[in-house]
């Protein structure tokens, strides 16, 4: 199953029997190479929060107290995202008014494509590189403290989460793709409205 190139679609993190993160993207281009989308300012996006306002950052979904997916506006840059078929993370190029700023890695499962969009789970673990390719863990911390719970990972996942991190820095450190400029000047096509969330989002 393929998507359309303009089709509006949503990318959805799972932790266990929760949507945790919903964002709706435009599709770039979608073959062999992976599934590139487009995520402007202003653009859908949700995440969970419990009803005294934690986050997914702040405690695991298990432990909140009624957990609901809250729609906003995504803020600060627009995002190009790589989403390369069994590949344990996406890369994003972060574009501020329209200037390639850098990009995030985010570490997480290989995705799978559902009606509508594609699902995955974050890993927590996140690598921040800037335009001239220094880069530096993010949420290290968040991420070590989840090492056990059944939700998210054990030692050996853990350890293999951070293994892809490691393979990851070495493409970004040699300048490789994606790193190697691919992109940079990416512009929107025209025409192009802002992604918005299907109906009955949650």
Do not use: C
């Given at each position: ?107 997480e ?13 974050d ?39 951070r ?12 300048g ?13 096509g ?9 109906e009955?989002?949650?």
């Amino acid at each position: 199953m393929r998507f359309e190139v303009g089709q509006t679609i949503t990318r959805s993190y799972l932790r266990g029997s929760w949507r945790t993160w919903a964002q709706a993207m435009r599709v770039v281009a979608d073959d062999d190479d992976g599934l590139v989308l487009w995520q402007p300012v202003g653009a859908d996006f949700a995440t969970i929060v419990d009803a005294d306002g934690k986050t997914g950052h702040d405690l695991s979904p298990a432990r909140m107290r009624e957990p609901r997916l809250v729609s906003r506006r995504w803020e600060h840059v627009d995002l190009l995202m790589l989403m390369r078929p069994g590949a344990a993370h996406s890369v994003w190029w972060m574009f501020a008014d329209g200037v390639f700023d850098g990009w995030y890695v985010n570490l997480e499962a290989p995705f799978a494509r559902v009606d509508g969009g594609v699902v995955t789970t974050d890993s927590v673990l996140d690598i921040v590189v800037t335009a001239g390719r220094d880069w530096r863990w993010k949420d290290a911390a968040e991420f070590d403290g989840h090492i056990g719970d059944p939700l998210y990972y054990d030692r050996a996942g853990a350890a293999a989460i951070r293994a892809e991190g490691d393979r990851v820095v070495k493409l970004i450190e040699a300048g490789d793709f994606p790193f190697d400029g691919t992109h940079t000047g990416f512009r929107a096509g025209s025409g192009w409205d802002t992604p918005r969330f299907p109906e009955g989002i949650r």
